[in-house]
């Protein structure tokens, strides 16, 4: 199985500072043929589901506002919230679906 | 209103069975894949099954292969998952989740999520 490792556990970040989360995977999931890398972001705010924020490692979901960012390749990547704001407080997870089984990191805590 | 909404949790012993269901509203269920994605309580989240959009195709984690049915009904927008052999740690939120492949295409990860339904397994 490839094993997702985020840092740091938690953080917290002043309103309208940078956040920034990282994800590492434990094989490539970088995919050579179509130079794509298999990588998710998700939000989940207290009692809610999560919400799609990123995947290819890089392409925000509809709707989703542009101060989140997603950056890296290989085995190293990261979720940037450029300005924090209030309603971002949330735990986010990376996953990768390069394979079978779908893994997802432990999750880190953004607090203001 | 596009929405997935599950239902069928509880409180079950440990050994038995319970079947979880998620129906589907607002968008062509039949074109689409969906997941099982659970979340035990106060830790991450886990992937469960797939199955695909006419239900040709099944995907099961390790921990629950051999134990746990996915299954579809097009005709009626419902997804299911069939549980047996429940323990311990089954216990959790049992989230479906739609894949963002549409038809025949299968993308592996999630862009519609239902609220989910707790499974309790104790004694």
């Known amino acids: 199985d490839i094993v997702m490792t985020q840092s740091p556990d938690s953080l917290a970040v002043f309103l309208g500072e940078r956040a920034t989360i990282n994800c590492k995977s434990s094989q490539s999931v970088l995919y050579n043929s179509n130079n794509e890398n298999y990588l998710a972001w998700y939000q989940q705010k207290p009692g809610q589901p999560p919400k799609l924020l990123i995947y290819?490692?890089?392409t925000r979901d509809s709707g989703v506002p542009d101060r989140f960012s997603g950056s890296g390749s290989g085995t190293d990547f990261t979720l940037t919230i450029s300005s924090l704001q209030p309603e971002d407080v949330a735990v986010y997870y990376c996953q990768q679906y390069y394979r079978t089984p779908l893994t997802f990191g432990g999750g880190t805590k953004v607090e203001i | 209103q596009v929405q997935l909404v599950e239902s069928g949790g509880g409180v079950v012993q440990p050994g038995r069975s319970l079947r979880l269901s998620c129906a589907a509203s607002?968008?062509?269920?039949?074109?689409?894949?969906m997941h099982w994605v659970r979340q035990a309580p106060g830790k991450g989240l886990e992937w469960v099954a797939l199955i695909r959009y006419d239900g040709s195709n099944k995907y099961y984690a390790d921990s629950v292969r051999g134990r746990f049915t996915i299954s579809r009904d097009n005709s009626n927008n419902t997804l299911y998952l069939q549980m047996h052999s429940l323990g311990a740690e089954d216990t959790a939120v049992y989230f479906c989740?739609?894949?963002?492949?549409?038809?025949?295409?299968?993308?592996?990860?999630?862009?519609?999520w239902g609220r989910g339904s707790m499974v309790t397994v104790s004694s």
């Open positions: 607002g968008f062509t269920f039949s074109n689409s894949g």
């Open positions: 290819w490692a890089s």
């Open positions: 989740a739609r894949d963002h492949g549409r038809g025949i295409g299968v993308s592996w990860f999630f862009d519609l």
